[in-house]
């Protein structure tokens, strides 16, 4: 009866946690895009390409097949895709959002916002915006801005609406300048925000550019905005020079020292209109937002919110209890950390970068995680003949390792044809892509990863995604179609012997594992043997020698498998291998097991129906709920002042009126190590010539057929150039 009861108050607390937040699961990255998306689309067959697009989002690859006819590869390669829906592809071009259906028809989707480039996706249909705030002259803005927003775009509906954002107060645009978001990193379940922004202080009449890096806890669901805790620096250098472009560097391996580990790499224009190239370090971000928020939720010391900050007034935390990722009352902490950042002109670097930084339109880094561990930047450059692909492996190492794109036997009229090519990171085959815009003209160039791979366990895990196979002791790409089982079961490694073949509770259950190797792990990955459903715990490694405890949970013959799994990334791939012994387990304790099972199967059949009802009721509030989901376009009633009560509506929740949804609602939270370890699929690439480096394919004229209403059955009638659509 108590049980009863328990289910009954668990059903409906259920009932009010659908009705109160509004979540999508935790993105989960693949490894090459672990700290960064670099592009939601990329060309399946660079070398030749047609018209099929991978399509990558938040760690789900699909393939479409999207005609010339329909959009073309110049404009495609710059979509950013919200989902991986084939036949309802939702994706922002050019600051406007539409959906592609059916791979044949374009149409815009409705918002009454404005949307700019700088959209993060997180799969389930959910997207950060950080809209571009640019107002030089200080003056009102229509329609209002917010600093940060969370959207949610509806496939059916085709229509874009605002769930979650930090708004502004009632005046922040007499003190906002600039806000631009440059660039972001994601890793461990938490998202950087690289923001460049200029504030106006009236007391001291001055303008302060400042760099800004807001971290957002992705496992918060819709709740990630209300993780928000900031720090910001400025320099005396940012007084006279403008920041032109700003991007994080991280840098993973066993190598580097930890205070260059995290980097932020500035463009800068001098007051004589040159060009810098200048380097920031921050010594261990991570623990640093930890510290601020937990100095904030303290009362005291020199953290202030953002909202005070930004204004110039002087305003202190609330004292809390402190919990990481929530900041409670404190409406983003922020601290000013100008004192610890340390700057540098890379001069060592001179040739490859402090020179070029005039050249340098938007340069690109590139970091792969571990194993891979490998860094690069794209020092793309407008003539393209400057464009280098740099080794970094900090910032002392010299010479920079540098490969000339000019240098790689491309002719002096591709060259020139190249020039204002638009830069890309393909992501399967892995390379760099750059199309043309009048002639879709693309050039391919490959970057090899499976021979970072050093053992097979590795090269198989982490590179049978990417086309890598062990041969002959080493990783090595190949294109051919691959079997995955031969490729993963008992290849790597296999179980040489088992010892005991009885396990029974009135014996030991320690089950000894030899292997034909030793098998080398790194603490990202775990290790799982299992009999069946029986699960061996307490695992004790010793070169090939295995010891684990197993738990007699159901009894019959099983083969032994021993795994071997990344949980990290959704892209590795689980080696195994099974014993070709079997072991015969008897679970005595699964009579009792029955009974207690039985127990709760006739509590659940009885809570099924009040749980039905419940569920049947709320889920109808929920929909109607969601159904009504408008952009609520103005703060009411805030007023800009020191009053802790009245600043706390600077969170607005989707309802606006509802105070008590102001505080931020504990959203489901799905921890990543606890995802389902589903087994990554192959994409067997169309065999491409690996060899021939590049290759160059012209397509008719870009044409778009834009869709006004899903009734017009014949587009084809009315032609129409993308940007026209603006
Ligand atoms: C390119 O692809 C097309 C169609 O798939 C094929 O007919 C052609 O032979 C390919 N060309 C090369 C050079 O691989
Ligand atoms: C897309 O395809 C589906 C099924 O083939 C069809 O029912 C639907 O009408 C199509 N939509 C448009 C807009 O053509
Ligand atoms: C700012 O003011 C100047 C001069 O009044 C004007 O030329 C410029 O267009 C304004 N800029 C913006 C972004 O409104
Ligand atoms: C925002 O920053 C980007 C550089 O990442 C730059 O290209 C863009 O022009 C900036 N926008 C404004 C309005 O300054
Ligand atoms: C720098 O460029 C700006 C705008 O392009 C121009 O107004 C200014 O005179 C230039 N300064 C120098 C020192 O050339
Ligand atoms: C706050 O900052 C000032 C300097 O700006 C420093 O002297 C003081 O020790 C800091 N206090 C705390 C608690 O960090
Ligand atoms: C941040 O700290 C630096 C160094 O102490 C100081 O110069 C700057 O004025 C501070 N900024 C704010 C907004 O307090
Ligand atoms: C348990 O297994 C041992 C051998 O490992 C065997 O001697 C014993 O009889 C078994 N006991 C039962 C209850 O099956
Ligand atoms: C496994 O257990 C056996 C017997 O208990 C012991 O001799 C051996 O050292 C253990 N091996 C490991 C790897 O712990």
Known sequence: MFIHLLLIIWTFQFCLLIQETYSFRTP????????????????????????????????????????????????????????????????VHQNKPYILINQTIISEMEYSGELSDSIIAFGDNEALHVPTIFNPNL?????????????????????????????????????????????????????????????????????????????????????LISSAVEIHFTQEAFENNKIIDLFFVFLSGPLITENQRYQLHTTQSQPSNFTIYYIYFIYD???????????????????????HHLRSEIGKCKKTSYQSCSTKANIVPSKNVSLIVTGQIPDLLDGALYGLAIFMPKPQFVTLPSPFDRAAILIRAKPFFLTKICKYRNLFSVPLEC??????????????????????????????????????????IPIEVCSRLKTCTQCIMYGLNSGCIWFTSICVHDNQPKNKVTLTVDHCFKIMNISPLILN?????????????????????????????????????????????????????????????????????????VSSDKVHIFASDSDYTLIIISVLFSCLIINSFAFIVYFRKCNKKHLNRSKKVSRPRKVKQFVGTLSDKKFIKFFEPKKQTDLSAITPVKAQIVSSTMATLDDSRIINETSSEQASLWITMRSVPRQIFPRRKLLQSKPKQRPNDFSQLD
């Open 28 to 91: 989960k990255h693949d490894s090459l895009f672990y700290y960064k998306t670099h592009a939601s689309v990329f060309l399946t067959n660079p070398l030749n390409h047609t018209t099929s697009y991978g399509i990558y989002v938040a760690g789900q690859t699909i393939t479409v097949d999207i005609p010339t006819s329909v959009a073309n590869v110049f404009d495609i390669l710059n979509w950013k895709v919200i989902n991986v829906k084939k036949n309802q592809l939702m994706f």
């Open 139 to 223: 003056t009102k803005p229509i329609p209002d801005w917010n600093y940060i927003e969370l959207l949610h775009f509806d496939d059916q509906s085709e229509k874009v609406s605002v769930s979650r954002f930090l708004p502004w107060l009632k005046d922040d645009w007499k003190f906002i300048k600039e806000w631009n978001m440059t660039d972001y990193i994601h890793f461990d379940n938490k998202l950087y925000l690289a923001i460049k922004r200029s504030i106006w202080n009236e007391k001291s009449a001055k303008v302060t550019q400042e760099i800004s890096i807001v971290r957002l806890c992705l496992d918060k669901g819709s709740e």
């Open 285 to 307: 971000i991570v623990s640093l937002f930890e510290q601020t928020s937990n100095e904030c939720a303290s009362g005291f010391g020199n953290i202030t919110l953002l909202r």
């Open 403 to 444: 490969i000339n794109l000019h240098a790689n036997s491309i002719s002096p009229d591709d060259i020139s044809e190249f020039n204002e090519a638009d830069f890309h990171t393909n992501k399967l085959p892995y390379g760099a892509v750059y199309v043309t815009k009048e002639t879709n003209k693309i050039l391919f």
């Open 505 to 577: 509770s009135s014996s030991p259950t320690i089950l000894t594992i030899e292997l034909d190797k030793p098998l080398i792990m790194a603490s990202q990955e775990q290790l799982v043997i299992q009999a069946g459903d029986n699960h061996c715990t307490d695992i004790a490694m010793n070169g090939q020698f295995i010891n684990c405890s197993m738990r007699l949970t159901k009894s019959g013959e099983f083969n032994i498998d021993v795994s071997l799994r990344n949980d990290r990334y959704a892209d590795t791939s689980i080696i195994s291998a």
